[in-house]
C-alpha cells in the first residue's frame, strides 16, 4: 500500500484537515436522502477499510489493534 494511501485513511481516522469530519457529513447527506425509503435497510460506512498510517504507527498491522486504535473509535463518532 502506498504511503499516500496510508496517509490518507491515516487521516480520515484521526480527523486530520477534518477529513473525518467531511465523511461524516457525506453520510448524513445520504442518510437524510434515503430516510424512509422502503428500499434502504442499512449502510456500509466503508468497505474494506485500511487500517491507518502504518507508517505513522506500525501497530495497527497488528491483527486487531487497529481496531482499537482506529476503526472502532471512528465509527463510534461517523454513527452517531
Known amino acids: ?3 499516500s494511501v496510508n496517509k ?3 487521516a480520515i481516522w484521526n480527523n486530520r484537515e477534518g477529513l473525518r469530519d ?3 457529513n457525506y453520510w448524513k447527506k445520504v442518510a437524510e436522502t434515503f430516510k424512509g425509503s422502503e428500499y434502504v435497510i442499512a449502510y456500509e460506512l466503508m468497505n474494506e477499510p485500511w487500517p491507518g498510517d502504518l507508517f ?3 501497530l495497527v ?3 486487531g ?3 482499537l486504535i482506529n476503526l472502532q473509535p471512528a465509527y463510534d463518532i461517523i454513527s452517531h
Do not use: D, H, T, Y
Open 1 to 3: 500500500m502506498s504511503n
Open 22 to 24: 467531511l465523511f461524516i
Open 56 to 58: 505513522r504507527n506500525p
Open 65 to 67: 489493534l487497529s481496531e
Open 61 to 63: 498491522m497488528v491483527p
Open 8 to 10: 490518507a485513511f491515516g
